[in-house]
């Protein structure tokens, strides 16, 4: 295949109603560098039938399973077969698809968390590390531009050693029982069996935890987490608390809740260091806050001049003009692609181009998961607090 091809694309998972698998194909063929070309979109062969009827894709290249779409790919010319493997499926369909993607020769493209649990997560990663080919774990928020700015500025020393980390997640959507009223979305993400133990902090505390670590450039070493059940018939965790110490010394508190009624998706980051801080959240994405002990606060804004090389190289748009979540989805499948195009060509992909998640970062999100409800479950992580008289 020539670089200057469309890479081919296979998505695994992605039916009907499903949220997750229109932003993935959204933000993948965003740029251009994608066609869609193949499917295996839902386990029911018809509901999979019909996926690929609303994408007008060539009924042959409709499967009815990913083992079937593996094995009438690889009986296609090399020229014809899809390149690359997005897998956006329940946290129990992510082990098996990938590691069949990469035994097969495909880079994949995978929805975050990692795995199912920390097991699997282990096993899949010397498979991805041995492996020629490129995987992406979809991290999303570390496409936006704005926290891309906050990354490079805190990794030059704009703001000092880094002291302090907020990471806050607050969502309302399962405020009750959803998954008892045919939610689709409800039901598989508060079912351990396909989403893992870990509900909320598995699902959107994930996220917290790689901005927490992306944006401040400093690795964990240390929590306490502490999880609940707000909504009474919930088997998994539907709010929780975390505090964090940081190998450099850095204390973080991390707060995840899908039960935080009203609230909508603002995901919001702080980090303090010892020269000022940086604010982030995502409802306001396109704004980043750096705060100063010896200045007025300054409000930078994407697509601006003045910003570092990170957030140019994912900026789409003039200043003024609002980017979201499916470009920050965007960026990230661009990136990966702009590596898969250099390494084809002989070439080196530059810096920014490889600034996006992969399998670090999927076995240290699976190793927090695993650690928090460890933690949780241990009685001495906390000190009474008593008042004597």
């Known amino acids: 295949m020539s670089s200057s091809q469309k890479l081919k694309l296979g998505l695994i998972g992605g039916g009907p109603g499903s949220f997750i ?21 839902s386990s029911n062969p018809e509901k999979s ?51 069949k993607a990469l035994k097969y020769g495909f880079h994949v493209a995978l929805d975050k968390p990692l795995t199912l649990n920390y097991t699997e997560a282990k096993e899949l990663y010397p ?11 979809t991290h999303t928020y570390s496409g936006y531009p704005m926290i891309k700015q906050a990354k490079q500025m805190i990794a030059e020393g704009k703001i000092g050693k880094v002291r302090k980390v ?26 351990p069996k396909r989403n893992g133990l870990a509900g909320c902090m598995g ?11 992306y944006v401040s450039g400093e690795k964990v070493s240390a929590i306490c987490a502490d999880l609940y059940i707000k909504v009474d018939g919930r088997p998994i ?18 707060t995840a809740s899908q039960t935080d009624t009203g609230a909508e998706n603002n995901l919001r980051i702080r980090v303090y260091g010892e020269k000022g801080g940086l604010e982030w959240q995502q409802e306001l994405n396109n704004t980043l806050i750096a705060r100063w002990p010896d200045a007025p606060a300054q409000i930078l804004r994407a697509g601006t001049g ?3 090389s990170l957030a140019n190289e994912n900026t789409r748009t003039p200043a003024g003009h609002p980017e979201g979540y499916v470009e920050a989805f965007a960026n990230l499948y661009r990136n990966f692609a702009r590596c898969i195009y250099a390494e084809r060509a002989g070439e080196t992909p530059k810096p920014e181009w490889e600034d996006y998640p992969g399998i670090e970062d999927g076995i240290r999100g699976m190793a927090f998961i ?18 004597e008289k």
């Open 306 to 308: 003045y910003l570092g």
């Open 166 to 191: 907020y990471v806050e997640y607050p969502q309302g959507w399962l405020w009750k029982l959803l998954e008892s009223e045919n939610n689709k979305q409800a039901e598989w993400r508060t079912d």
């Open 127 to 137: 498979i991805v590390k041995a492996s020629e080919k490129r995987f992406l774990l």
């Open 237 to 254: 965790d539907d709010d929780g608390v975390v505090l964090m110490r940081f190998e450099n010394g850095a204390s973080g508190v991390l």
């Open 370 to 387: 695993d650690h928090v409800l460890k933690s949780n479950e241990s009685e001495v992580k906390w000190t009474p607090f008593v008042v």
């Open 49 to 99: 039938k019909q996926r690929g009827e609303e994408l007008m894709l060539d009924p042959s290249r409709v499967y009815a399973s990913y083992d079937e779409m593996f094995a009438g790919e690889l009986a296609l010319p090399e020229s014809e077969r899809i390149d690359v493997v997005a897998i956006v499926t329940p946290n129990n369909v992510h082990f098996d698809p990938t590691v």
């Open 203 to 213: 699902d959107i505390g994930t996220h917290a935890f790689h901005l927490a670590e």
């Open 21 to 41: 698998g229109a932003i993935h194909l959204n933000g993948a063929l965003m740029d251009g560098m994608f066609e869609l070309a193949a499917g295996a979109f």
